[in-house]
């Protein structure tokens, strides 16, 4: 039913390859991404890393890491407001603050890098991804009009919830996860014991099936 109201935005990827695309929300945040980007490099997986402005000022080096091994990134807005209860000028401005700040970091990186490797990184991708799902209609029309490319999902491990045990963080997505699914893990704190062990089992249940797992890109 929401896919329908909403058939604009990026519920999934195309199904036709075995392919799953992770994502985590909220960081970057000391260690916990640290661990996600050690244990991606080792399946040789790729991901999405929707990011919170604030914390990318906090945490530059950990956002040029993410982008140094190869993951997307995208706009989770600058303080994670719910868009229900937030004015859509103030939405709309929460997210184009993000996202000049992510372009300057890639300056930064941009420019320490380029005395010991070839090239540069491209530009800071036009990917979105509302906090708690909450967006108006007016804040996505907004937002689409600004080129921003919206990403929903279709596979919540719920990591989240301190109520559920980490084996059913895992079991969210191993029984529901399939080609083309887009997977929305945390690299938060309050997710990490939960996110930690459900993202270890994705990994190894389905690198097991012959599943790739890449970045979202348009």
């Known amino acids: 039913m ?18 799953i695309y992770l994502t985590f929300d909220d960081g970057p945040t000391p260690e916990i991404t640290d661990w996600t980007l050690d244990l991606l490099k080792s399946y040789n997986a790729k991901a999405t890393f929707f990011c919170i402005g604030n914390n990318v000022e906090k945490h530059p080096e950990i956002f040029h890491r993410i982008l140094k091994d190869g993951h997307a990134v ?23 603050k993000t996202t000049h700040i992510m372009n300057q970091e890639l300056e930064v990186l941009n420019s320490t890098t380029r005395s010991y490797r070839k090239g540069t990184f ?25 080129g921003y490319n919206i990403i929903m999902w279709d596979v919540l491990a719920l990591d989240w919830k301190m109520e559920l045990s980490k084996e059913d963080c895992a079991q969210n997505i191993t029984s529901k996860a ?31 099936q012959g599943y790739q797992f890449k970045s979202i890109e348009f």
């Open 178 to 208: 399939g080609p083309g699914s887009i997977v929305v893990l945390h690299d938060s704190v309050k997710a990490a014991p939960r996110m930690m062990h459900a993202l270890s089992e994705t990994l190894e249940h389905f690198s097991k």
């Open 122 to 146: 491209g530009q800071v991708s036009n990917l979105f991804r509302p906090p708690y799902g909450q967006i108006k209609p007016s804040q996505g029309k907004r937002l689409r009009r600004l």
């Open 74 to 96: 995208g706009n989770h807005t600058y303080n994670h407001p719910r868009g229900w209860r937030t004015r859509t000028e103030d939405y709309v401005a929460e997210v184009v």
């Open 2 to 19: 929401i896919k329908g109201i909403f058939p604009n935005y990026t519920w999934n990827m195309p199904q036709d390859q075995k392919v």
